[in-house]
């Protein structure tokens, strides 16, 4: 079936340097993808979307880069900070009634 | 503003116990979603209401009921407890016109 995988399980950054952390999806009629950041004890927060007709969005330090033609998200996260220590999960969208299949998340830590 | 509540925030069941969990929004967002998240896992959707009195099954519905109350309110119910079952839930809601749903803080089960 469709899966929304992720290349790293776990990543471990230097505070002040980019991350970036990758998510492959499955499924190319996939027209929204999101990533969230989980706190250990706390609910997903959501941090930055993309849709399918784009190819790369940026936020506050956080950018989404699409790469349709191999199925492939990557979050980047610019100055990683201590607080940006999380599990990440990416997740896409390819049907109506917003139903998101979520990948296996990636733990970020970041060493002061 | 709270966004999305759940409660309780934690639970002990022995199987074949009964509960409901409960979810409320003040987003007055169409749509809200029920998901288990497993350890090391992403979140699976269990169930989804895309508006108010209307209720679909998500990836993984067995074992569980579901009632959207009102606008506000989605509740999840355990007819009978199984260790399978121990997990967290977590409440989502996404408003009309947009694709990015907000997550409640979660509730921990443990069904023994």
């Known amino acids: 079936g469709e899966s929304v995988g992720l290349h790293l399980p776990t990543l471990s950054v230097q505070e002040g340097d980019n991350s970036i952390i990758n998510c492959a999806y499955s499924?190319?009629?996939?027209?929204?993808f999101i990533w969230y950041k989980q706190e250990s004890g706390k609910g997903p927060q959501f941090i930055i979307d993309?849709?399918?007709?784009?190819d790369k969005r940026q936020g506050q330090r956080v950018t989404v880069l699409l790469n349709k033609t191999v199925k492939h998200l990557s979050l980047q996260i610019a100055a990683t900070q201590p607080g940006d220590s999380a599990v990440y999960f990416c997740a896409e969208q390819y049907n109506q009634g917003g139903k998101l299949i979520f990948g296996q998340g990636t733990e970020l830590s970041v060493k002061p | 503003n709270a966004g999305v509540t759940q409660t309780p925030k934690f639970q002990v069941l022995k199987t074949g116990q009964s509960m409901t969990l409960q979810c409320a929004q003040d987003?007055?967002?169409?749509?809200m979603y029920w998901y288990r998240q497993d350890p090391g896992m992403g979140l699976r959707l269990i169930y989804y209401?895309?508006?108010?009195?209307?209720?679909d099954k998500g990836e993984v519905p067995n074992g569980y009921n579901v009632s959207r109350l009102n606008k506000r309110e989605f509740s999840l119910r355990l007819e009978s407890a199984a260790p399978s079952q121990t997990s967290v839930y977590f409440c989502a809601a996404r408003g009309s016109g947009t694709d990015t749903q907000y997550f409640g803080p979660g509730t921990r089960l443990t069904v023994l």
């Open positions: 499924n190319s009629a996939s027209d929204y």
């Open positions: 993309i849709r399918s007709n784009m």
């Open positions: 209401s895309a508006s108010e009195g209307t209720t």
């Open positions: 987003m007055n967002h169409n749509s």
